[in-house]
């Protein structure tokens, strides 16, 4: 392929309006490496470690909260150094490519524990700690930079939902190509396993295909960016590295009204994922009663939804306000996220029987993912537009810290998720390791009771919360003309 310098971001920071088609394929290519990660971690490791292994649920959701504690910490930390790194490499890839071998061969080893911990809960719980805070250190030295380039390769408000989109796109991708493998394949129903959820060789299988995968496209993705290192904003003067002056400047930069409102929407719909993901398998193997190869074919519908939301995302936003058409998706969801488990509850859904059951909830998961890929493509998007005002007030470009403070967030909703999932399994006495006779009727009954308001209210706090955000199309414009103006009274 031919470069695009006439698309491209210019020497110096410039941006241009659009970047290349090739640019946006290779940038989404390292979101596929976070939907492989969080394809085990949110969908399966408390179905694998809890359901399988035997570790009590909520162990397994304090294993998780305990990585969180650490994430805590090396979130804004990350974000805050590759704003401010001098390297020949730039500010971001060197945090990038650090993370790449190690993270890869984490990812192995935490869905192919040692023989010696195997049999043993509390050896396994101290493993899932020992594995699981690095692989969450090591996903955020990739996912923080690599996510704060957004805002630097381009600086049109539409073409940011684009790049954002396509990142979202392949996480999406990679995650449905993983999960159709694991129930199609790996976990299929056999004879030797006539419950597959419960072979434990299976999910040993996906963590080998999960690392190649990781360290291929998060290779791919810096390697393929690499080329941009030169004409990519520059990191501000060196100033006072003490951690008092760094999270002095953390606190003016989230001291704005908008930001706060974009996270805590943010943090209202991740949590609402997230708690769909921890107990997605529970619900569609045991509440509907579908076999392992349904599950996998229903999985093709989040690849449908991430190509839904790469071709419409532009078509949706071009020309509108971003905060009404996430309003909208928004609405969409709360409108439509758990009315099968609604009317399942109310005994006016077709039984797990009938004929109708399956295509009803293809066409559902298929709207339902939408709506998810399409909010966190609106909020990657928002969040861009975001560092220009911020930028007027501090005086710094911060990508980093701003979308560290979103995939904290996300780390926050997922070990939450997680652990709201144990929790549910134990207080409804979903037994850990079923028999022959299967799950009881009851615990079946309360997983939808419990689950679906769960869903519903998140989804409508975080229309609520959407109400404070402030920044417009027309503030956008604004604010890249003050500070072209800026730049160019100093010469730059």
């Not at 805070?133 to 805002?151: C, Q």
């Not at 609402?272 to 996998?296: D, E, K, P, R, V």
């Not at 399409?374 to 969040?383: C, F, G, P, R």
Request: charged share 15%; net charge positive.
């Amino acid at each position: 392929m031919t470069p695009e310098p006439q698309q491209d971001p210019q020497p110096g920071g410039g941006a241009a309006r659009a970047v290349g088609l090739r640019t946006r394929l290779v940038y989404g290519l390292g979101g596929a490496s976070t939907g492989i990660i969080n394809n085990g971690f949110l969908g399966f490791l408390l179905l694998y470690y809890n359901h399988v292994l035997g570790v009590p649920g909520v162990w397994v959701g304090w294993a998780l909260a305990l990585a969180l504690v650490f994430d805590a910490i090396s979130d804004p930390l990350v974000g805050y150094a590759s704003d401010h790194l001098h390297s020949r490499w730039g500010r971001r890839h060197p945090f990038m490519y650090f993370a790449i071998a190690p993270l890869s061969l984490l990812v192995y080893w935490i869905w192919n524990p040692p023989a010696s911990v195997l049999g043993d809960p509390h050896a396994l719980f101290v493993f899932l700690v020992a594995t699981g805070i690095p692989i969450r250190l090591l996903l955020t030295f990739f996912e923080v930079p690599h996510a704060a380039l957004v805002p630097e390769l381009t600086d049109d408000y539409d073409e940011r939902t684009n790049l954002a989109g396509c990142r979202v796109a392949f996480y999406w991708f990679a995650l449905t190509a993983l999960t159709i493998a694991l129930y199609g394949y790996w976990l299929r129903d056999t004879s030797e396993h006539p419950d597959g959820l419960l072979n434990p060789g299976g999910y040993g299988q996906m963590g080998i295909a999960s690392a190649l995968l990781v360290f291929v496209s998060m290779l791919a993705s810096a390697g393929g960016l690499h080329r941009f290192i030169p004409r990519l904003k520059r990191p501000p003067e060196r100033g006072p590295r003490s951690l008092t002056a760094m999270y002095r400047k953390v606190f003016v930069t989230f001291s704005d009204r908008s930001l706060r409102a974009l996270l805590l929407t943010f943090f209202l719909i991740a949590s609402a994922n997230c708690i769909a993901n921890a107990l997605w398998a529970y619900l569609y193997s045991y509440f509907w009663g579908l076999s392992t190869a349904q599950m996998s074919g229903l999985a093709f519908t989040w690849g449908m939804s991430g190509a839904i939301a790469l071709l419409s995302g532009p078509l949706l936003v071009a020309g509108r306000e971003k905060k009404s058409v996430c309003s909208a998706i928004l609405v969409t969801g709360l409108a439509l996220s758990v009315t099968p488990i609604w009317l399942r509850l109310a005994d006016l859904f077709p039984a797990n029987e009938s004929g109708w059951l399956y295509p009803i909830l293809f066409v559902h998961s298929a709207i339902e993912n939408t709506v998810y890929v399409m909010l966190y493509v609106m909020v990657a998007s928002m969040m861009a537009d975001v560092v220009e005002g911020r930028e007027i007030v501090t005086g710094r470009r911060e990508e980093g810290m701003l979308y560290a403070a979103q995939t904290l967030i996300y780390k926050i909703t997922s070990a939450i998720g997680m652990g709201l999932g144990g929790v549910i399994l134990d207080l409804i006495h979903f037994p850990s390791q079923p028999d022959v006779a299967g799950v009881p009727a009851e615990s079946v009954r309360s997983l939808g009771m419990v689950y679906a308001p769960s869903v519903w209210v998140m989804y409508a706090l975080a229309l609520l919360a959407l109400t404070r955000f402030r920044l417009s199309r027309s503030d956008h414009q604004a604010h890249l003309a003050r500070l072209r103006a800026a730049r160019a009274r100093d010469g730059g």
